[in-house]
């Protein structure tokens, strides 16, 4: 069995009465400030044990997501709650921090190891440095690997092999832009029109400012929880939201310049959505990587919300759209809602959830029954998460 495929025989994430989110919490993402990570993190993690019902002695381990702090700084930061001696664990996997951070707190409970566990991501703003460019090897070009420079080349070509227009690909960043006006956690808060985001600052190829996600800080922060514990501990059931499937993967072999990004994306999902025991077509929300705005239109094709090719005009009829056939990135994504590395992927997981308990005032997609967080990070590697909603 292959790292991005599941069994079929059962899904581990039904033992120990099942896994499930019972808290979310946030810190609004925000540009660089000299407020301190602590600060950041622990208005995440109180927001996440007020939403559960949870006091912080009932929680067992905590996973960190973060990838510019500094060394240990998950106990730093959460002796401000009470040094209740938990396991803590920090996680660096570039983008998907956090997203690791909660797949391992979901395995941790599947296991039964504990019934209570803590996923939160916090950031800074940090250098950027990569252990990519420590590996000792020369490189035939200085800007190939550069993310930017990559996906406006992968831009090209599928404009190119789709027949669709630079503006076509540019209304991805509209929309999300639009739904990041109505989320009070997001970086930008300003809707923004075709013509303002083709006209922002070229960055390279086809690419604007505005179709570019912005970086900075900020923490997001959830209460998985075991099924028993749900019992036990006399929360909420109806404000759990389920999770159905955990897959993680990384690349294979590139047979063509950007390749293997998409089919790591499509592999992983795929296994999700097997795991789950649902077709893409069952989605009703869909938060994924959308550094670029052409990644949104590259990955609703590999994920299977849409047929191969027609990404751009399943954007244009409005498919993907908050009250279309699934909204995509309906927080604003990491384009509008930003991306602070760390928080990203447990800031997706808390606005499916948000959804999916019909709880995202003023940008709430009608109906929403399963939803699932798709993240990629630098390597290539990528982890989805499928939720469901509360029968």
């Known amino acids: 069995m292959s790292h991005t495929q599941q069994s079929n025989s059962g899904n581990w994430l039904d033992a120990n009465g099942g896994v499930f989110i019972a808290g979310i919490g946030l810190h609004p993402y925000q540009f660089p400030t000299e407020t301190p990570y602590t600060e950041l993190g ?72 504990s019934n ?29 690997t550069i993310p930017a420079a990559k996906f406006a080349m992968m831009a090209r070509t599928y404009l190119r092999e789709r027949g669709a227009s630079v503006e076509e690909m540019a209304n991805a960043a509209v929309k999300n832009h639009g739904n990041a006006a109505r989320n009070p956690f997001a970086q930008f808060r300003k809707p923004r029109t075709l013509e303002q985001v083709l006209a922002s600052p070229r960055v390279v190829g086809d690419l604007t400012v505005q179709q570019c996600c912005p970086r900075g800080e900020g923490a997001a922060a959830v209460m998985v929880v075991s099924g028993n514990a749900i019992r036990h501990l006399g929360l909420d059931a109806r404000r759990c939201v389920r999770v159905k499937a955990s897959v993680a993967g990384s690349e294979r072999p590139e047979m063509q310049y950007g390749d293997s990004a998409v ?20 989605l009703d929300l869909l938060e994924l990587h959308d550094a670029f705005s052409v990644e949104e239109l590259l990955y609703s094709e ?37 991306h602070p590395l760390g928080p990203t992927g447990i800031g997706q997981l808390a606005e499916i959830t948000r959804q999916l308990r019909g709880e995202a005032d003023g940008r ?20 989805a998460h499928v939720l469901s909603a509360s029968a």
């Not at 566990?117 to 190939?144: F, I, M, P, Q, Y």
């Not at 047929?307 to 399943?314: I, Q």
């Not at 244009?316 to 990135?329: F, T, V």
């Open 42 to 113: 622990l208005t995440a993690v109180r927001a996440a044990l007020a939403d559960s019902g949870l006091a912080w002695d009932r929680v067992q381990s905590a996973h960190v997501g973060t990838t510019s702090i500094g060394m240990a700084a998950g106990r730093v930061m959460l002796r401000h709650l009470g040094s209740t001696g938990l396991a803590v664990t920090q996680v660096e996997n570039a983008s998907a921090s956090g997203s690791f951070a909660f797949r391992q707190a979901c395995m941790e409970v599947a296991t039964g190891m």
């Open 302 to 338: 590999a994920i299977g919300v849409c047929e191969p090719g027609e990404g751009a005009r399943y954007l244009a009829r409005g498919d993907s759209q908050i009250g279309g056939r699934c909204a995509i990135n309906a927080s604003g994504g990491l384009i509008g809602m930003g």
């Open 116 to 144: 209570v566990v803590l996923a939160v991501g916090v950031d800074k703003h940090g250098d950027g440095r990569r252990a990519a460019n420590k590996d000792g090897l020369e490189r035939l070009s200085e800007t190939a």
């Open 364 to 383: 709430q997609h009608p109906n929403a029954r399963w939803g699932m967080a798709h993240m990629i990070g630098l390597g290539s590697v990528s982890v």
């Open 263 to 282: 089919e790591l994306v499509r592999t992983s999902a795929q296994a999700a959505f097997d795991q789950a025991g649902i077709a893409p077509k069952e």
